[in-house]
């Protein structure tokens, strides 16, 4: 069946754009996760979302970050003022509950450089 | 969660098995080792995970030390697919975000 999917893959803003990204999750999937993938780095967490209410943004760097899933499927991450520093992958995941045992399914990414 | 240490990269020929460690000396009671990869340019990929007993599926072997603190993932037939960066992950039972740390970079070698 299909995966986590996002787009755009990848983006290039200058600095000072807003840009958004998007994220369609498993259907059916409760839960949905943002990271943030520098290079060379592993995946760092942004912000998390059960349904439709985002139960823990603690990992959002600065107020400049903004998630949102409305309807409790697709997630939007927003990045307002992009600066050069918010260059990296953005990755998204979706995992059916929140047992242990629940893997979380990652999606291919967004690759944002910012100039 | 508790912290994992694992080497930094390794070398696999093959066809041979490769085993990843990882050490979680700090890790409690209720917390599970998972494993997850990622190949260049892909998103995380979920391999296994454990709290005590030694599990296996399609994908791999874990292997847990009896005092937990810690484990071995094993590849038994490495191919050249399987190159990619391994993090082994400790996760407690309240916890849903993944803490992944810098991971082992797996190289298999023909």
């Known amino acids: 069946g299909a995966g986590v999917s996002q787009s755009p893959r990848y983006k290039v803003a200058k600095r000072g754009q807003d840009v958004a990204l998007r994220c369609d999750p498993i259907s059916g999937h409760v839960s949905l996760f943002w990271y943030q993938q520098a290079l060379g780095q592993g995946p760092e967490f942004l912000t998390y979302?059960?349904?439709?209410?985002?139960?823990?943004k603690s990992g959002l760097p600065s107020d400049r970050f903004f998630a949102e899933r409305p309807e409790g499927s697709v997630s939007t991450l927003k990045i307002q003022r992009t600066q050069q520093e918010d260059s990296a992958v953005y990755l998204c995941?979706?995992?059916?509950?929140?047992?242990?045992?629940?893997?979380?399914?990652f999606g291919p990414g967004t690759r944002l450089t910012v100039l | 969660d508790a912290k994992t240490t694992q080497p930094t990269s390794m070398d696999c020929a093959e066809g041979r098995a490769a085993n990843l460690p990882c050490n979680h000396s700090?890790?409690?009671?209720?917390?599970?080792v998972y494993w997850y990869r990622q190949i260049h340019s892909q998103g995380p990929q979920y391999i296994i995970h454990g709290l005590k007993n030694n599990e296996t599926n399609e994908m791999a072997s874990l292997i847990i030390t009896e005092d937990r603190k810690s484990s071995t993932l094993i590849l038994p037939h490495a191919t050249l697919r399987d190159t990619a960066v391994y993090y082994c992950?400790?996760?407690?039972?309240?916890?849903?975000?993944?803490?992944f740390g810098g991971g082992t970079r797996l190289m298999v070698k023909p």
């Open positions: 995941a979706s995992s059916p509950g929140t047992r242990i045992g629940a893997g979380q399914f």
């Open positions: 992950i400790v996760r407690n039972n309240a916890g849903n975000m993944l803490t």
């Open positions: 700090t890790i409690s009671g209720n917390e599970y």
């Open positions: 979302f059960q349904n439709e209410a985002q139960l823990d």
